[in-house]
């Protein structure tokens, strides 16, 4: 089989390196180089990560494509010490409990609010439909107010820029619902189905999490066309046509793993209404800083992965992220090296300002959170306009949509963190899974 894989990012990588030893695999990419949003850029002495900067050992099919173009050996735990996640609510920032004693001594909660939370144990399974509701609504639903605002929207707009208010939890947490119905309590659910080894964050220590699209695109060697925007995709009844300025290529199958908004284009020559529902999909912009300072001027213990800020707190980051307390050898030794989440579905305007502008906004808020007043030693950024794709309250009656839709045509798919699962590990799982139906093999 001829397979035309557009998008080299993670998805588009994985699909290849699936399908690449039993079938003709020809990659096309826009850009001069595979990876997509997972871009590691070195500068000034750091590594400045514009999107991921690690995934979850336990993504077993992401750690089996690093397998297969051979450097497991390069990969690192991010240090013991980030182990801690902190929230800044109410002046101060508050370590996430770990263990259950935890949770009775932390500030976070009043003790009303703890003992709303501890209520969620003693829940009956939920068989009743609960279509459309939020990822707030559930968690208040189980837990109370305080831990779905003040933990649980934090947390969403850490990990997908979304507003908790407006994000499916049967699409942004399927699990979370499986785990209602059988047990009616999520905690137990969790508790039971724990695995018998903590996850751990891993990456490639200075290389940065886009070594792995460098040592992917030397693997698939002539496979790979970069610099190659696809303008469209044409089915007739023998093949599918790639077509792109310059020329054109032929397929018996088509995986598009390219972003919701740039697939819908190359869509609408052949089915107009998948391409007007892909294009429903919205996408939230982020704004990435990497801000350095030397570690004598830092008053806070950057002794954790970092922390997410509530919102209505005084202060418009998101949050920060401690690289230099996860992957040491990213930045200098004696100097504190910082990654500041702004924008997503809470602040879209942010985006829009000048650098000079949203600097000022970090290190006020910086010196808000961590006390930290002294000026930096290095300042790097990026702005997405178009980075994480929202799990709408829409998004399950959308994607249901798309794959009827899809299931009219032969050998075309579309895969991505748009459609279902936003982590590195989930968009690695569904390409490779995608893959393997494409080319008839057994689940």
Not at 136 to 165: C, K, N, T, W, Y
Not at 170 to 177: E, G, S, V
Not at 332 to 342: C, D, H, N, S, T
Request: hydrophobic letters at 45%; a neutral charge; aromatic letters at 8%.
């Amino acid at each position: 089989m001829r397979v035309g894989i557009i998008g080299a990012g993670v998805a588009g990588l994985c699909a290849a390196l699936e399908l690449h030893r039993e079938h003709e695999v020809v990659v096309y990419e826009r850009e001069s180089v595979a990876g997509g949003k997972m871009r590691s850029q070195h500068l000034d002495g750091f590594l400045f990560e514009w999107g991921p900067n690690g995934f979850l050992s336990g993504a077993a099919e992401l750690r089996a494509k690093i397998e297969t173009v051979g450097i497991t050996g390069e990969l690192l735990e991010a240090d013991p010490a980030a182990a801690k996640r902190y929230i800044y609510w109410n002046g101060a920032l508050h370590a996430l409990p770990q263990k259950p004693p935890q949770v009775l001594a932390t500030k976070l909660l009043s003790l009303g609010g703890k003992l709303r939370g501890l209520r969620e144990l003693f829940l009956r399974p939920q068989t009743a439909a609960c279509d459309g509701e939020s990822v707030s609504e559930f968690f208040e639903r189980h837990f109370g107010r305080e831990v779905a605002a003040r933990i649980v929207a934090p947390a969403l707009l850490g990990m997908s820029a979304g507003d908790a208010r407006a994000t499916s939890v049967d699409a942004a947490f399927p699990k979370l619902r499986e785990f209602e119905r059988e047990t009616g309590s999520v905690l137990k659910a969790a508790m039971r189905n724990r695995p018998a080894e903590r996850a751990k964050m891993l990456s490639f220590g200075a290389r940065g999490m886009q070594r792995f699209a460098e040592a992917a695109t030397v693997y698939l060697g002539d496979r790979m066309r970069f610099d190659t925007a696809v303008e469209r995709v044409d089915r007739d009844d023998a093949s599918w046509r790639v077509a792109y300025a310059g020329g054109e290529g032929r397929f018996d199958a088509v995986v598009i793993a390219a972003p919701s908004y740039a697939a819908a284009p190359m869509l609408a020559s052949f089915d107009s209404e998948l391409a007007r529902l892909t294009s429903q999909i919205r996408y939230a912009p982020m704004r990435v800083a990497g801000v350095a300072f030397h570690a004598s001027d830092v008053p806070a213990a950057l002794d954790g992965f970092g922390f997410l800020a509530a919102r209505d707190q005084g202060v418009r980051i998101l949050g920060a992220l401690y690289s230099s307390t996860m992957y040491p050898d990213q930045a200098p030794k004696g100097v504190a090296y910082l990654r500041i989440f702004m924008g997503g579905a809470a602040d879209p305007a942010i985006v829009e300002m000048p650098e000079d502008e949203a600097k000022a906004i970090v290190l006020r808020d910086l010196q808000t959170t961590l006390g930290i007043s002294a000026p930096p030693v290095a300042y790097h950024e990026v702005v997405w306009p178009q980075a994480i794709p929202q799990y709408g309250l829409d998004h399950p009656a959308l994607i249901a949509a798309v794959d009827a839709r899809l299931a009219r045509y032969s050998r075309l798919a579309l895969i991505g963190n748009a459609y279902r699962g936003l982590g590195v590990g989930d968009t690695a799982r569904i390409a490779v899974e995608t893959a393997r139906r494409l080319a008839g093999v057994p689940a």
